[in-house]
């Protein structure tokens, strides 16, 4: 099974300050069809997760533009530019090109 | 949009089997798969399986091959996950998702298996 890590797992951030997320995994993520399928979630705390950016780089339909997401191959980046009260919560990474699809541990986002 | 709702929560005896249920709306059932995605207690995510609601073909992850069964219901645009033999770690939260690529989140059932 590919296996996804994250780091930090833990992230105090302060308001307005732009905070990074990265995701390895533990073989290329690129599909035999071109594609990376490199997915990234947020969840809020008592809430579902919730899908934020897919294949890499492309932002769900109603996320912020302070959200963005890079990377290639097996190394991974997401970034919020300027993070608000309301992105308090876990993200995950997950890779979706190879069965059984796994995801990361997990990083928590609070506020120092 | 796509809407996803669960059946409630369920307080199931160890050895016993819980079927949850997830009713789509919003879009055409049988246009993308579906997966079931559990999450333990304060613990992260862990993915079970994959239901194609247009031929009823469902693939599972290994750790969960022979405990867990998906099917489906097109006329009530219907799906379900029935996991068997429970243990007390099979406690958590259990989602149903719409989209290859996880689009959306059904609300969650909560399962809790008592000894």
């Known amino acids: 099974d590919v296996v996804m890590t994250q780091s930090p797992l833990s992230l105090p951030v302060t308001l307005g300050q732009p905070a990074s997320i990265s995701c390895r995994s533990s073989?290329?993520?690129?599909?035999?069809?071109?594609?990376?399928?490199l997915i990234w979630f947020q969840q809020r705390p008592g809430q579902s997760p919730r899908r934020l950016i897919h294949?890499?780089?492309n932002r769900d339909s109603g996320v912020p533009d302070r959200f963005s997401g890079s990377g290639s191959g097996t190394e991974f980046t997401l970034k919020i530019s300027r993070v608000e009260s309301e992105d308090v919560g876990v993200y995950y990474c997950?890779?979706?090109?190879?069965?059984?699809?796994?995801f990361g541990p997990g990083t928590k986002v609070d506020i120092k | 949009q796509v809407q996803l709702v669960q059946s409630g929560a369920e307080v199931k005896k160890a050895g016993a089997s819980v079927k949850v249920s997830c009713v789509a709306s919003?879009?055409?059932?049988?246009?993308?798969?579906m997966h079931w995605v559990r999450q333990a207690p304060g613990q992260g995510l862990e993915w079970m399986g994959i239901?194609?609601?247009?031929?009823?073909?469902?693939s599972y992850a290994q750790n969960f091959q022979g405990r867990v069964t998906m099917t489906r219901d097109t006329s009530t645009a219907t799906i379900y996950m029935e996991l068997s033999s429970l243990r007390s770690d099979d406690t958590a939260i259990y989602y149903c998702?719409?989209?290859?690529?996880?689009?959306?989140w059904g609300q969650g059932t909560l399962v809790i298996v008592s000894s």
């Open positions: 998702i719409w989209g290859r690529y996880f689009d959306y």
């Open positions: 919003g879009h055409t059932f049988t246009t993308d798969y």
């Open positions: 239901i194609n609601p247009s031929s009823s073909r469902a």
């Open positions: 073989q290329s993520l690129v599909h035999s069809d071109g594609n990376t399928y």
């Open positions: 294949t890499v780089s």
């Open positions: 997950m890779q979706a090109t190879y069965w059984p699809f796994t």
